[in-house]
């Protein structure tokens, strides 16, 4: 069992800046972030293969958020810019074990998560 924790997270004002950690506990194929706000559903931000550093990315998330992974590490960062109160949202780390030719964007595919960390941003 892959343990994942997440940091990083707080309290920010609009155009602010937000790199959030995700520290596992052993490796698996890809990893990623997806966000819940408070009554929505849970959605994908954006993921990468451990090997590849290959990455994908919600459209949303195109051009403000940044993915990347410390393989010594073992460590999956999301650094986040522009911050809008639209990202207020718990954002979790998941993680999936097996191979897959393109990156899974369903959350019900992913094997891993953390508890989550809060991102609030104010207006």
């Known amino acids: 069992q892959v343990q994942l924790v997440e940091s990083g997270g707080g309290l920010v004002q609009a155009g602010d800046s937000l790199r959030l950690s995700c520290a596992a506990s052993?490796?698996?194929?890809?990893a990623g972030w997806f966000r819940q706000a408070p009554g929505k559903e849970r959605e994908f931000v954006a993921a990468i293969r451990w090997t590849t550093g290959s990455t994908a990315y919600a459209d949303y998330a195109k051009g403000r958020f940044t993915i990347s992974r410390d393989i010594a590490k073992n460590t999956v960062y999301l650094q986040m810019n522009s911050l809008k109160p639209d990202d207020t949202a718990v954002y979790y780390c998941?993680?999936?074990?097996?191979?897959?030719?393109?990156?899974?964007?369903?959350?019900?595919?992913?094997?891993?998560w953390g508890q989550g960390t809060q991102v609030t941003v104010s207006s």
């Open positions: 052993g490796r698996t194929f890809a």
């Open positions: 998941a993680a999936y074990r097996d191979y897959s030719p393109t990156i899974v964007t369903t959350a019900r595919a992913y094997d891993y």
